[in-house]
Antibody
Framework: EVQLVESGGGLVQPGGSLRLSCAAS????????MSWVRQAPGRGLEWVAN????????YYVDSVKGRFTISRDNAKNLLFLQMNSLTAEDTAVYYC?????????WGQGTLVTVTS | DVVMTQFPLSLPVTLGQPASISCRSS???????????LNWFQQRPGQSPRRLIY???NRDSGVPDRFSGSGSGTDFTLKISRVEAEDVGIYYC??????????FGPGTRVDIK
């Protein structure tokens, strides 16, 4: 059974940093592109970033370029999102998702709240 | 960037009656490999999104057959043949053809009259 379990969310002050993790299981992690998708409170879904199966290509939505970094550890089946210079607009539930072109599996999400 | 629009944004339905949600993209979603990467997701209250339909019309395993997807090019439709109480939630279309960025529609809220 495919499972994606996010962790690392929490409360952070504006300008602060947070690192999200996603533990993958039930499939060959190293064979898949992975992505992060977020959802601000009461809002729709927004793709944030994705990474090629071997980590060699990474893409970001414009609003996080230069602040967020997606990475992965295929040996440990882990996906990461390093978030720096956080603002209130980054407040959202962050979902880990498999295969960004078709998004066949989602995690349960981890809430990031940026507030002073 | 491809812009996805949906209508209606709110859809009150009567139990047992059909429902239809439209999704339109700002450019054709046919990819060079011949596939059209248009997906539909359901998000029930308090839950993560769940994929219902991929590549326009392919229903995911475990998805009731009352859900169906159709369309081509820039115009797509999700239909529920007979709405049940468990179908309440927000439905999103999403394109995976032209990226980055991947883009979602604004969502259609389905509730029971």
């Amino acid at each position: 059974e495919v499972q994606l379990v996010e962790s690392g969310g929490g409360l952070v002050q504006p300008g602060g940093s947070l690192r999200l993790s996603c533990a993958a299981s039930g499939f060959t992690f190293s064979n898949y592109w992975m992505s992060w998708v977020r959802q601000a409170p009461g809002r729709g879904l927004e793709w944030v970033a994705n990474i090629k199966h071997d980590g060699s290509d990474k893409y970001y939505v414009d609003s996080v370029k230069g602040r967020f970094t997606i990475s992965r550890d295929n040996a440990k089946n882990l996906l990461f999102l390093q978030m720096n210079s956080l603002t209130a607009e980054d407040t959202a539930v962050y979902y880990c998702a498999r295969d960004p072109r078709v998004v066949d599996y989602w995690g349960q999400g981890t809430l990031v709240t940026v507030t002073s | 960037d491809v812009v996805m629009t949906q209508f209606p944004l709110s859809l009150p339905v009567t139990l047992g009656q059909p429902a239809s949600i439209s999704c339109r993209s700002s450019q054709s979603l046919v990819y060079t490999d011949g596939n059209t990467y248009l997906n539909w997701f359901q998000q029930r209250p308090g839950q993560s999104p769940r994929r219902l339909i991929y590549k326009v019309s392919n229903r995911d395993s475990g998805v009731p057959d009352r859900f169906s997807g159709s369309g081509s090019g820039t115009d797509f439709t999700l239909k529920i043949s007979r709405v049940e109480a468990e179908d309440v939630g927000i439905y999103y279309c999403m394109q995976g053809t032209h990226w980055p960025p991947f883009s979602f529609g604004p969502g259609t809220r389905v509730d029971i009259k």
